[in-house]
């Protein structure tokens, strides 16, 4: 088989990500800029700021991305840029940026979608995984489970009613006063409390494969309210697995549903250690296998994207018409 080096880039939040994935497996190279100190002092992604911080940052993270890999745009296959779903103004630069080096080196353009991008970090971290199973997506935007039927065909099983479970986990960091992402820092300050301690609800919903986590949030709150003298690592322990028991269940019910024998966990979420463990219970009390990715590509990053890319390369058209849509579907 012949080297498809695809480019990745990825600017859909607050990470300016550039990377070089050779045919959709190998990672050759993988930079990334992010902007979390620039957003920590205000407690969360400022849109207009980030959009800044991208237009200031893509060309030298692409060229570095480039350089680490030690290829020159010559040898690029097809520059794969994320058009959505994501704040629309850092999605344009990506993906105008991406436009723009492609027109020039004369290579064609794939837009993807980020969901899928995320999915498709499980290609990079075991050479051997592939369809058909089903995937969680969790992020701070997504709590999507997903059929993946092919390297391009996807089925929406259920997702999110209201929050996402990386939305839930910043918002519940910033009640307790913690920094900006606040997935990390309840799961550190997790460590050290009883899980037990809270019993914080975990929502039932209408399809068996949705999720709720806003009734959680409110639930949160109010225990704050009422209790003024409370043990922060118990909350955050607490917490946290009400948003891990939620998925695992889920999982285990979309496993069961569908039959499947594998499943994938990824975004950002999925870098959270008690919901890995939870999933991973979930999934082997029936014999599933399951796959994450290592920490690297569970958070934002281009090398997903460009594994994406590489399985859509048939898929290219006039590419040059496409724009960033924020709410993108899978
Ligand atoms: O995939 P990602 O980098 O960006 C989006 O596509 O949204 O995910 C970011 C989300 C944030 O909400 C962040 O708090 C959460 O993932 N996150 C975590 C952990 N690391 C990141 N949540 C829980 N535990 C973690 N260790
Ligand atoms: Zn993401």
């Given at each position: 088989m012949?080297?498809?080096?695809?480019?990745?880039?990825?600017?859909?939040?607050?990470?300016?990500?550039?990377?070089?994935?050779?045919?959709?497996r190998?990672?050759?190279?993988?930079?990334?800029?992010?902007?979390?100190?620039?957003?920590?002092?205000?407690?969360?992604?400022?849109?207009?700021?980030?959009?800044?911080?991208?237009?200031?940052?893509?060309?030298?993270?692409?060229?570095?991305?480039?350089?680490?890999?030690?290829?020159?745009?010559?040898?690029?296959?097809?520059?794969?840029?994320?058009?959505?779903?994501?704040?629309?103004?850092?999605?344009?630069?990506?993906?105008?940026?991406?436009?723009g080096?492609a027109?020039?080196?004369?290579?064609?353009?794939i837009?993807?979608?980020?969901?899928?991008g995320?999915?498709?970090?499980?290609?990079?971290?075991?050479?051997?995984?592939?369809?058909?199973?089903?995937?969680?997506?969790?992020?701070?935007?997504?709590t999507?489970f997903?059929?993946?039927?092919?390297?391009?065909?996807?089925n929406?099983l259920?997702?999110?009613?209201?929050?996402?479970?990386?939305?839930?986990?910043?918002?519940?960091?910033?009640?307790?006063?913690?920094?900006?992402?606040?997935?990390?820092?309840?799961?550190?300050?997790?460590?050290?409390?009883?899980?037990s301690?809270?019993?914080?609800?975990?929502?039932v919903?209408e399809?068996?494969?949705?999720?709720?986590?806003?009734?959680?949030?409110?639930?949160?709150?109010q225990?704050?309210?009422?209790?003024?003298?409370?043990n922060?690592a118990?909350?955050?322990?607490?917490?946290?697995?009400?948003?891990a028991?939620?998925?695992a269940?889920?999982?285990?019910?979309?496993?069961?549903?569908?039959?499947?024998?594998?499943?994938?966990?990824?975004?950002?979420v999925?870098?959270?250690?008690?919901?890995?463990t939870?999933?991973?219970?979930?999934?082997?009390?029936?014999?599933?296998?399951?796959?994450?990715?290592?920490?690297?590509?569970c958070?934002?990053?281009?090398?997903?994207?460009?594994?994406?890319?590489?399985?859509?390369?048939?898929?290219?058209?006039?590419?040059?018409?496409?724009?960033?849509?924020?709410?993108?579907?899978?």
């Amino acid at each position: 088989m012949t080297k498809q080096l695809i480019l990745g880039i990825e600017t859909s939040c607050d990470e300016t990500c550039a990377a070089i994935v050779a045919n959709g497996r190998n990672l050759i190279s993988n930079t990334i800029y992010t902007q979390i100190d620039t957003h920590k002092r205000f407690g969360g992604v400022v849109p207009e700021i980030a959009s800044r911080s991208h237009i200031e940052k893509i060309d030298e993270v692409v060229h570095t991305a480039l350089r680490e890999a030690g290829v020159k745009l010559q040898d690029i296959t097809a520059v794969a840029a994320t058009n959505g779903p994501g704040l629309v103004g850092a999605l344009l630069v990506g993906l105008n940026y991406a436009k723009g080096l492609a027109y020039g080196a004369g290579l064609p353009l794939i837009p993807i979608n980020h969901i899928e991008g995320h999915i498709c970090a499980n290609y990079i971290a075991n050479h051997d995984f592939a369809p058909p199973y089903v995937a969680l997506v969790v992020s701070g935007g997504h709590t999507s489970f997903i059929e993946v039927n092919s390297y391009t065909e996807y089925n929406l099983l259920g997702s999110t009613t209201d929050d996402a479970a990386g939305e839930a986990f910043d918002k519940a960091a910033r009640m307790l006063g913690l920094p900006y992402p606040g997935g990390v820092e309840i799961e550190k300050l997790a460590k050290s409390g009883d899980p037990s301690a809270i019993r914080f609800p975990r929502a039932v919903t209408e399809n068996p494969l949705d999720c709720s986590f806003s009734g959680l949030k409110s639930n949160l709150y109010q225990y704050l309210q009422k209790n003024k003298e409370y043990n922060a690592a118990d909350v955050a322990a607490s917490f946290q697995d009400a948003i891990a028991d939620v998925l695992a269940e889920r999982a285990l019910r979309a496993v069961k549903i569908t039959d499947a024998k594998a499943f994938a966990l990824c975004g950002g979420v999925a870098a959270n250690t008690r919901v890995r463990t939870k999933v991973q219970e979930a999934c082997a009390s029936v014999g599933v296998s399951l796959q994450v990715p290592p920490i690297s590509l569970c958070t934002d990053n281009a090398a997903m994207i460009a594994a994406a890319g590489f399985y859509r390369l048939d898929c290219v058209s006039n590419w040059l018409a496409v724009n960033a849509v924020p709410n993108l579907a899978l």
